[in-house]
């Protein structure tokens, strides 16, 4: 280390005017070019300078795609990317054992929510690992592995439900309307795959 310690500090002897000089030229760019009142760019500019990066071999198409994905994510609704109550598979909490374990095999969902009479009235949401468990432990009322959900509105930016969810370290959030029913749900994995692509 002893030997190479005056070998660097000439290197850094030599290198300072260069390294100066770069500097003042940088400054004096800024001061050339800088505009009196520097505007941030629009969504669309941003994503302009993302498509000719992409032409011009600068980043790949996966690369493009994220960063497209990422410029639009902030602008998002719920309204965008929910499933709609119409799609929405869900079970009375009353329902039958074998009605609930018939749901999870043919809905192919690991998360359902559970609604108390009516779709409008969610109660909660049932975990297929809670359910079987309480199958194991010959338990009889679901009632007792249900789990909270958050309610969010339709037009709630999509970035902030993801911000809710990670908070109250739920999964599935219900949108709700404007007259309080059931508009549909939204789940963690929805609004990720709005980042990254199909999970």
Known sequence: VCAVAPVMSAIMVVLFPINWLFSMWKKLMNKVFKKKEEQPYTEDELITIVET?????????????????AIEFEDMDVDDIMVPRVNVAA????????????????????????????IDTIVGVLHEKDFYQLLRENGRDIREKITPCICVSLNMKISKVLRMLQKAKVHMAIVVDEFGGTAGIVTLEDILEELVGEI
């Open 53 to 69: 990066a992409h032409s011009e071999g600068g980043i790949d198409e996966h690369e493009s795609q994220l960063i497209r994905s």
């Open 91 to 118: 079970f009375e909490e009353t329902a039958p054992l074998d009605e609930i374990s018939e749901l999870f095999a043919s809905s192919g969902f690991s998360r359902l929510p559970v609604y108390n009479k009516t």
